[in-house]
């Protein structure tokens, strides 16, 4: 099943998520209908809620980075209640989008390395290091699990110039492949 992408202004976002147990009903139903959304709507990220479910998950794919870095078309991973342990090196700028904010791209600086702790579709814990666009995908995924969006990374400034086409989004003035949900407006 695809799932709709929430898009920028819905408060799901805005909202740290919720730890998940093993138990959580129709987990890997859950994260075979993520990867199909993901596939669909042709990201190499995808966290829970921008389909609206406000839990602690986010699936990577990173495969249309194949080009730039060699082997991260094999980072197909699932990330269940991670944990940020550090982020590492000099800060670098990296142009990123969002599916829940679509004609939107900006040169966000990140760490180039993270250690974090997670499980996967399993319930098997992990304790990783990752680097390069895997850590890229990553970070801009827990950050969707913390409740902050890629222009929240933003200058005040730069957000000012942005604040028109953010609007538009949030009122559903965007055309896309994919379906999307949006706030509901008082």
Not at 91 to 115: A, Q, T, V
């Amino acid at each position: 099943m695809v799932y709709p992408i929430v898009a920028y202004g819905h408060p799901v976002l805005k909202k740290r998520a919720e730890e998940i147990d093993k138990n959580y009903p129709g987990l890997k139903q859950l994260i075979a209908d993520m990867y199909e959304t993901l596939s669909f709507s042709k990201g190499v990220g995808l966290a829970a809620p921008q389909i609206n479910l406000s839990i602690r998950l986010f699936i990577t794919d990173g495969s249309p980075f194949k080009e730039e870095e060699p082997g991260i078309e094999n980072f197909k991973k699932v990330f269940i209640n991670p944990v940020l342990i550090s982020e590492d090196g000099d800060e670098w700028k990296f142009n990123e989008g969002c599916l829940s904010i679509p004609g939107i791209r900006e040169d966000i600086e990140r760490k180039p390395k993270l250690h974090l702790k997670y499980a996967d579709e399993n319930f098997v814990a992990h304790d990783e290091i990752f680097s390069g666009i895997a850590s890229r995908i990553i970070q801009h995924e827990y950050d969707h699990i913390e409740g902050i969006l890629f222009v929240d990374r933003l200058s005040a400034f730069k957000r000012r110039l942005l604040k028109g086409k953010l609007n538009d989004i949030s009122a559903g003035k965007v055309d896309v492949d994919y379906k999307m949900k949006f706030a509901l407006r008082k």
